[in-house]
């Protein structure tokens, strides 16, 4: 494989200032793409976008709510004209929620559909529109196996990650003729900060004990690391995919199709 894949290439991620999405800008530089770090955290897009530069590739960090339309209507016009154009979308940012359907309340639903649903929504609209002025360009929306594997105490979070599955194939289907390409990636348990934090609160002293209990549900016997979403979201951004669209791609240790 060539070493720079993404070479020339310009890509907005998403929740680009942490975990998943952190491991995505830091690769899709380090494979020569100009990389807007998107995040409502300001301080952790910047800080993203700094190590990237550091280390000699190009970035720019930018704050941005997913869940505002105007916000991301405002910042991909900027990012547009910043870098010249707009080549590839990861739709990362998202929330979590733990609750079967009697615990989730109905501010629970709306926070999770006006950031995993309405915010991969804005973010395709605004892209969509941008990639159809240029012949083309990369969707990547990070779904889960919570978009087709019943969990424990997911209602709410399982229902929008499946919305994104569905969104996923629905732009796909619509803009094949404008070469516009869009897939979703499905991890399963992955390390990130947020399962550390989660623990920490949640299960004090017991963290070790819980972290193996969490691996041991995937086949592999671990869970995912950040950096491996990654590399297959620089294959998707990549025009070694260009025969793929409308696909769904599980990086889940096995836990849809083989377990005991």
Known sequence: MPDKRLEGKIAVVTGGGSGIGEAICLRFANQGASVAVLDRDTESA???????????????????DVAQQSAVQTTFAQVSESFGGLDTLVNNAGIAHIGNVEQTTAGDMDRIYNVNVKGVYHCLQAAVGLFKQTGGGSIINIASIASTTGIPDRFAYSMSKGAVLMMTRSVACDYLQDGIRCNSISPGRVHTPFVDRFLEENFPGREAEMMANLSATQPIGRMGQPAEVASLAVYLASDESAFATGADFEIDGGFNNLKP
């Open 46 to 64: 910047q800080r993203v976008a700094n190590a990237i530069t550091a280390s000699a590739g190009t970035a720019q960090a930018w704050t941005c």
